[in-house]
């Protein structure tokens, strides 16, 4: 696969040549659908509004929804991803990256007032 900073630079170079050429005011699916055509044109595998699998915390499959970047990170376990803002004059983009906590600490509310009690004494 490629690396991910190679691939995250020319999707980047890809959208704002989009943002230069239709400028803003578009619908999203304009949007959409020219940065498929583009990236494909590229040469990139690209897989438009693919359904994702989203997972509760403990790993249960909850359901499948098509990929939005934020709050989907987290709970499809994909690790990273890129928000491009077509409708601004200013061409906007931002990368995000999420990774599993290496340990989860759980305590009980009874534990928590115990900590914030001997804090305060």
């Not at 900073?5 to 999203?28: P, S, T």
């Not at 249960?60 to 890129?82: C, D, F, P």
């Not at 928000?83 to 989860?104: H, Q, V």
Request: hydrophobic share 35%; proline share 2%; aromatic share 8%.
């Amino acid at each position: 696969m490629t690396d991910i900073k190679v691939l995250c630079d020319q999707i980047r170079r890809i959208a704002f040549a989009i943002h230069v050429y239709h400028g803003h005011g578009h619908l999203e699916k304009v949007y959409e659908n020219a940065l498929v055509h583009r990236s494909r044109k590229a040469g990139l595998n690209v897989l438009q509004q693919h359904p994702i699998q989203v997972f509760d915390e403990d790993g249960t499959l909850i359901g499948e929804h098509v990929a939005q970047i934020l709050g989907y990170l987290k709970s499809a376990r994909i690790e990273h991803g890129l928000l491009i803002n077509f409708g601004s004059y200013k061409f906007e983009i931002r990368k995000y990256a999420w990774s599993e906590p290496t340990k989860k600490h759980i305590t009980s509310e009874k534990e928590e007032n115990a900590e914030i009690k001997g804090l305060s004494s």
